[in-house]
């Protein structure tokens, strides 16, 4: 089946959907949406992870403005950090990061005990919590599964950040779990043998890879384009 490939320039550090939301880049993120969307005409698009083949290749960026932008549209939305190991959510929204995913995956807590919200209206963020000594066991848990399950009674799309997917196994863990996964590449950055490899195990995990988003690609405004590949 051909995936749809989204083209973003995601160099700019920054939430650039929420403060700068007639920016070029950000009418590139309301475009990964629609294809989000196209490739679910179906059966609805209700939770995603969004992984990289290695790090620094944008994925926290692309995570955080991809729920934005599904919070724009109306959809009321929760970013999760599940990158147990290195998370960043809590410092790009700016919430504190004393409790968390990792809080809820051992303990009795509810979604909503540990959901903060934010500045934009229909969008909250669970942060990590508590770095544990075994994400891949909490990733893959029962207790997994019933937090997908409590979260979707509350939030229409559920979008998680999850680690690269040649450095641990998380991401492979919790794609079984979810609707479909989204691959971020960086141009000039990623090889090609490395974004295919990545492919392949989130296949082989029985992944349903949503398409990939090639970002910092240097395009100018009138050529933005999306392109279909394997």
């Known amino acids: 089946m051909a995936r749809k490939k989204k083209t973003v320039n995601t160099r700019a550090k920054n939430l650039v959907t929420k403060d700068n939301p007639k920016s070029p880049i950000a009418e590139q993120f309301r475009t990964v949406r629609t294809n989000l969307q196209f490739t679910s005409v179906d059966t609805d698009l209700e939770t995603m992870l969004v992984t990289s083949a290695n790090p620094s290749e944008g994925k926290s960026v692309t995570t955080a403005n991809t729920a ?3 919070a724009q549209q109306g959809k009321k939305t929760l970013l999760v950090d599940a990158d147990l190991r290195k998370p960043t959510i809590h410092y790009t929204f700016r919430v504190p990061n004393t409790i968390g995913l990792s809080n809820y995956l051992i303990g009795a807590q509810k979604v909503a005990e540990i959901a903060n919200p934010t500045e934009l209206n229909k969008l909250d963020v669970i942060t990590c919590g508590p770095i544990p000594p075994n994400p891949s066991e909490l990733l893959g848990s029962n207790k997994m599964k019933e937090f997908i399950e409590e979260a979707k009674k ?18 492979q863990v919790l794609a079984n779990f979810v609707d479909g996964v989204l691959l971020v590449v960086r141009s000039k950055q990623t090889e090609k043998e490395s974004a295919l490899k990545a492919k392949e195990q989130l296949e082989q995990s029985q992944a349903n ?8 690609q240097d395009v100018k405004s009138s050529n933005y384009y999306y392109y279909y590949g394997q």
Do not use: E, K, R
């Open 68 to 70: 934005i932008v599904f």
């Open 154 to 171: 509350t939030y229409d799309m559920i979008i998680f950040d999850t680690p690269p997917v040649h450095a641990v196994t998380d991401s």
């Open 209 to 216: 890879l949503l398409g990939v988003v090639l970002n910092d």
